[in-house]
């Protein structure tokens, strides 16, 4: 794992009207109290910056150190924040509405003048846009323009009360393409690019390095006739200068981006490509999901940011950390959809084959849903639910013992810290803080551990898991005996020549 990055975008108006529990509500009752009172619960971008989550999402506190400090979250307020982290950023709302112009391919985004002249002054300034970008943007519209795209079901861009563009959509009367959709995920692809930069030159890779990209979100793109033939991948990698990479897209629900880490791997130490890209973007859809909750508790509605995550999978350098690819957990077909069987399944079973104790594994990492969000609205602490039932599984196996399990979730667990965006919490956000306390020497390892709810989709009532072990380089590698690949082409080609020879005499 050469490195990983993580973006947070800010997203108040783009909860307001995209997310879903918020569009089914206006659709219902757009008069009702909780409408009325969500603006008055919204955060400003100062706060969601110095939220500690947020910070920790962006590798600027490590994750257990949240257990530190004093909740309500949401109340901390720290004037010392930065936007910027180690990992990544936090970006505000109206650069997004910007960015999703830079990435629409097909001229659906219009964005007014005014606000134009505004937000290129900023973006000029951020060090992950350039000139072409800005060039992208245009120079906007009308606002008569943008109020008129709206009366043909445009998708609007708010900033408060103000209209500062809008989505339209991509085709007449293909429901797979209304500007709704196109919104999310452009959305999506925006959100991906933007991490997916950071990743970049947080790494160091030359662009033209990577070879494949493979990307994990929940969104889906195409037409009617194929209304998930995707390829975000390829879209998001166009936007970050990747000319010679190809790459594909995993679905499978919370669980994606973990597949998509083993894929990686496994196309990495196959020998097929050097350097991977696993990526995802953000999910307006879930922007506001548990906001009704939020709101009736007097809390802000701290279901506000979209989220995105990449990392870099390359050739063992004997330094970094490595993916035991020996060491998979997997929820299979006849695994059992109780948790106990899932967690045996992709916890406790790779552990046995590779002959490793539950206690020999540093940390765990699970889903991991900030419990600010969740235990409000009912859904519990998501993260401490996982590593209980770990421990349960360690009292089972002789691990530990009974009165041991608060102890061992302390120490081998931590405070769930990501943004409930389905797939974004699912292990990875770990990812990055993990290995960089496998290389400063703090840990050894830690396990990865994604989960799906696949009946979502109503084709099946089956559960989804996969998990794998992330542990120290132990150093070089020997190179193998054997003719290298050079070699081969070296001896074909004088093979030929004198084959050749032979023929002319």
Request: proline residues 5%; negative net charge.
């Amino acid at each position: 794992v050469k490195a990983s990055a993580y973006a947070l975008v800010h997203a108040p108006n783009i909860l307001l009207e995209h997310g879903t529990t918020q569009s089914m509500e206006i659709a219902r009752n757009p008069e009702s109290e909780y409408l009325k009172k969500l603006p008055e619960h919204l955060r400003t971008f100062e706060q969601v910056v110095a939220y500690p989550p947020n910070q920790a999402y962006i590798g600027a506190l490590r994750p257990h150190e949240l257990a530190e400090i004093p909740q309500p979250w949401y109340e901390v307020a720290d004037e010392d924040a930065s936007r910027f982290g180690p990992y990544g950023e936090i970006m505000p709302e109206a650069e997004f509405f910007a960015l999703m112009k830079i990435v629409d391919s097909f001229d659906l985004v219009k964005l007014e003048k005014g606000f134009v002249s505004e937000i290129k002054e900023k973006l000029a300034e951020h060090p992950l846009i350039d000139e072409n970008d800005l060039a992208r943007i245009g120079d906007g519209v009308e606002l008569e323009a943008v109020e008129k795209m709206l009366t043909a079901n445009a998708a609007a861009m708010r900033l408060g009360d103000r209209l500062v563009g809008a989505v339209a959509r991509a085709h007449d009367t293909d429901l797979a393409l209304t500007a709704e959709v196109m919104y999310g995920n452009l959305a999506s692809k925006a959100s991906a690019t933007l991490v997916l930069r950071h990743l970049i030159k947080k790494s160091g890779i030359d662009p033209l390095d990577v070879d494949y990209i493979v990307e994990c979100s929940e969104e889906a793109a195409g037409d009617m006739n194929q209304r998930g033939g995707n390829n975000f991948a390829k879209a998001i990698a166009e936007m970050c200068g990747l000319k010679n990479a190809t790459g594909s897209d995993v679905r499978s629900f919370c669980s994606a981006p973990a597949h998509a880490m083993v894929y990686a791997s496994s196309l990495v130490k196959s020998g097929i490509f050097k350097n991977v890209i696993v990526v995802a973007g953000g999910s307006t859809a879930k922007l506001g999901m548990n906001g009704k909750d939020h709101v009736k508790k007097g809390m802000p509605v701290v279901e506000d940011m979209l989220g995105a995550f990449a990392a870099l999978i390359s050739e063992n350098d004997g330094v970094n950390p490595i993916i035991r690819t020996d060491v998979v957990g997997r929820h299979t077909v006849g695994s059992g959809a109780s948790p106990q069987a899932v967690m045996t399944a992709i916890v406790t079973d790779p552990l046995d084959r590779a002959g490793i104790s539950i206690k020999d594994v540093d940390y765990y990492a699970p889903e991991l849903q900030n419990a600010e969000i969740t235990v409000p609205a009912g859904a519990g602490n998501v993260a401490d639910a996982n590593f209980k039932m770990i421990a349960a599984l360690g009292v089972r196996r002789g691990d530990l013992a009974r009165d041991e399990i608060p102890a061992f979730v302390a120490e081998h667990g931590m405070p769930g810290y990501a943004p409930t965006q389905g797939h974004i919490p699912s292990g990875v956000p770990f990812l990055g803080a993990g290995c960089d306390m496998i290389r400063d020497g703090t840990i050894k390892n830690f396990m990865l551990i994604g989960k799906g709810s696949l009946f979502l989709g109503r084709l099946t009532n089956l559960f989804d898991g996969i998990s794998f072990l992330v542990e120290k380089n132990p150093g070089p590698v020997a190179k193998e005996d054997g003719v290298s690949a050079d070699e081969v082409r070296r001896l074909i080609a004088e093979a030929m020549r004198d084959l050749a020879e032979t023929l002319v005499k």
